[in-house]
């Protein structure tokens, strides 16, 4: 069965560390990867996608994502996070375009000062 | 450019009822997807229309269909509202090429009660 599967419902970083956002996928054909964020009472934003090529892959607001295809897996990161980073982040996986995303739960991430 | 617009931005329907969401997408960009979100549930794909034509359709009832017209603007509708149909629901457009990836809109917060 196609799924996304994010691990962490919950985590709160401290302003300037270090984040990771884990995003393990089930999907038979060639995956197109996406990470999108959320804020409260908003749509979905685009932070970075992957497609083929070089696995890491950059995106918006210094964000980055690392596709690992013997894991599974499509790892996002920020080396220093800010304040407004806070908000809920969502792995996506789909195929070809125009087919339906198949979205994780979501990752609510806190900022602690 | 003009992101993706959805109207009304809230609406508050009685059960029975029935509504139409509208989606204004990126002006070029053909392929319109509809997705609801509830805390239960998630992110679930309802359909993609593409040139007037629905290409997919998630597993929703038979009460939520939708339309494009020619100039890509879209809309879906609800009939016999239900409790349940409560969510917020997101329109998203693609241009399909190489650089595709979906861009989302504010979405409509549908309350039925």
């Known amino acids: 069965a196609q799924s996304v599967t994010q691990p962490d419902i919950h985590i709160t970083v401290s302003e300037g560390a270090s984040l990771e956002l884990r995003c393990n996928y089930s999907?038979?054909?060639?995956?197109?990867l996406f990470w999108y964020v959320q804020s409260p009472g908003q749509g979905l934003q685009l932070l970075l996608k992957?497609?083929?090529?070089?696995?890491l892959v950059q995106g918006i607001k210094g964000f980055e994502a690392e596709f690992k295809r013997s894991q599974s897996s499509f790892n996002l990161r920020k080396p220093s996070v800010h304040w407004s980073d806070a908000a809920e982040y969502f792995c996506?996986?789909?195929?070809?375009?125009?087919?339906?995303?198949?979205f994780g739960k979501g990752t609510t991430l806190s900022v602690s000062s | 450019k003009a992101g993706v617009t959805q109207t009304p931005r809230y609406l508050i329907k009685t059960r029975g009822q029935q509504v139409t969401l509208s989606c204004s997408p990126i002006?070029?960009?053909?392929?319109v997807s509809w997705y609801q979100q509830t805390p239960g549930q998630g992110l679930q794909f309802l359909f993609e229309?593409?040139?007037?034509?629905?290409?997919n359709k998630g597993n929703f009832p038979g009460r939520f269909s939708g339309r494009q017209f020619s100039n890509s603007r879209s809309e879906m509708n609800v009939s016999t509202l239900e409790l349940g149909d409560s969510a917020l629901y997101l329109c998203?457009?693609?241009?399909?090429?190489?650089?595709?990836?979906?861009?989302f809109g504010s979405g409509t917060r549908l309350t039925v009660v």
């Open positions: 998203a457009s693609s241009d399909l090429g190489d650089n595709y990836g979906y861009t």
């Open positions: 999907y038979g054909a060639t995956p197109y």
């Open positions: 992957y497609f083929s090529g070089d696995t």
């Open positions: 996506a996986v789909g195929a070809q375009a125009g087919t339906a995303l198949i």
């Open positions: 002006s070029g960009h053909r392929s």
């Open positions: 229309y593409f040139s007037e034509t629905q290409r």
